[in-house]
């Protein structure tokens, strides 16, 4: 067996024979950029594969999120989570926005509903929600409360490719959802991005500002950025959609062999999926509790002793770091869930590729640690 370090992923990459013929058409067509031609085919075959309107393709979803409150005009105060990617609150303070952080639902440790009103000031003008390891949100419950106060709602779907629930796409709710195609997810285009949006106009809006504003060669209305997706990258996409579905049921296959090998150990808890939802099992979260032989650091450090390079999604939380720790919404007795989960949290290895054997060690690791 190989000693090769395990990630907690590893990108899933088309043959490398199948991309040459798309380099070709783009070494003959010279269209690197700008909308070209795989940009668009992409596109559309992603509203397709999602089920949903209007897609604007993009670098990145850093830089999504940023075109995302920046074409909806949001100013003032976002109501966010900080238990995520440092991305989502870092879009705000890049739009000028103040983070409002509320703490976390301990059964999926997105944002919590109940928390939302109380932190609604007349500043407030936009929630924005993370679909945390691919878990869809109480998208029903967040709109009601959007509806009643008139806010906005972007979704950072970055973990969210492909998931359901029982009405379609859950890319579909809130006014914007950002998708991330790092390669760290579960679709990926090296680098990349995109905006769902509901209607044609905001699509347009959208593309204008990720070419920094350009509405024709001579008409620029907003000071937009660069944000544009690569024909590489796009062409890339195209290739990668092919094996999604595979790609998907392979990630589905490993979550239910972790299920099954920790589920009933002391001291191990874990997030159950939401019933109603296509998943698209993009992370494998532990919670190393009270009960468990080792506390979560021990834990994993013995991962790491053994090659296994898990991580600690979301450690520190958003809140914690330099930028924000001053706000009086990152007061820590105000995040009890959030602060709990990011101290006991472990991410699994999981990717279409990982070995059984490897699995197999992996949880052997922690079985005999407790
Ligand atoms: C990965 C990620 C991002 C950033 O995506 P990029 O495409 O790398 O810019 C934003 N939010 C969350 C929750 C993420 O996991």
């Given amino acids: ?37 795989f940009h668009q085919q992409l596109e559309q075959a992603l509203c397709e594969h999602l089920g949903v309107k209007h897609i604007s393709l993009f670098t990145n979803a850093t830089i999504a999120l940023i075109t995302a ?22 879009s705000l303070l890049w739009t000028g926005v103040k983070p409002v952080f509320i703490d976390v639902d301990p059964r999926n440790f997105n944002l919590d509903p109940d928390c939302i009103e109380a932190a609604i000031t007349p500043h407030t003008t936009a929630i924005m929600p993370v679909h945390c390891y691919g878990h869809p949100c109480d998208v029903e419950r967040i709109e009601r409360i959007a509806d009643t106060y008139g806010l906005k709602v972007i979704y950072d779907a970055a973990h969210a490719f492909g998931v359901r ?4 796409s859950i890319l579909n709710y809130g006014d914007l959802s950002v998708l991330s195609f790092h390669a760290t997810k579960v679709f990926n285009t090296f680098e990349g991005g995109a905006i769902i949006c509901p209607d044609a106009k905001t699509k347009q809006r959208i593309d204008h500002l990720k070419n920094f504003g350009f509405v ?47 589920g009933g150990i002391t001291g191990i808890g874990l997030l159950s999926g939401s019933d109603d939802a296509v998943a698209n099992y993009a992370y494998f979260p532990i919670l190393v509790q009270p009960g468990f032989a080792l506390n979560r650091d021990g834990l994993f450090a013995r991962l790491r002793e053994h090659g296994i390079m898990a991580r600690r999604y979301f450690y520190p939380l958003i809140s914690d770091f330099p930028m924000y720790r001053g706000l009086p919404s990152a007061a820590p007795a105000l995040l009890p869930t959030a602060r709990q989960a990011a101290q ?4 699994l290895p999981i990717y279409p590729d990982l070995p059984v054997e490897q699995q197999e060690r992996i949880i052997e690791l922690i079985v005999s640690a407790a």
């Fill in 69 to 90: 409150l920046q074409a909806l005009r949001i100013t003032g105060e976002v109501i966010t989570t900080p238990y995520s990617f440092v991305a989502t609150a870092h």
């Fill in 216 to 262: 024709d060669e001579v008409t620029v209305i907003a000071p937009g950025i660069n944000g544009k997706m690569s024909e590489f990258n796009a062409a890339l996409g195209l290739l990668q959609l092919k094996d999604i579905d595979n790609a998907i049921a392979r990630r589905q296959a490993i979550d239910a062999r972790y299920r099954a090998a920790l």
């Fill in 165 to 168: 629930n029982a009405r379609g």
């Fill in 344 to 347: 006991q949290v472990i991410c």
């Fill in 1 to 37: 067996m190989s000693n090769k370090p395990i990630y907690v992923t590893q990108p899933a990459l088309p043959p490398l024979e199948e991309f040459i013929p798309y380099l070709e058409q783009i070494w003959d067509s010279k269209v690197l950029t700008n909308g070209g031609p």
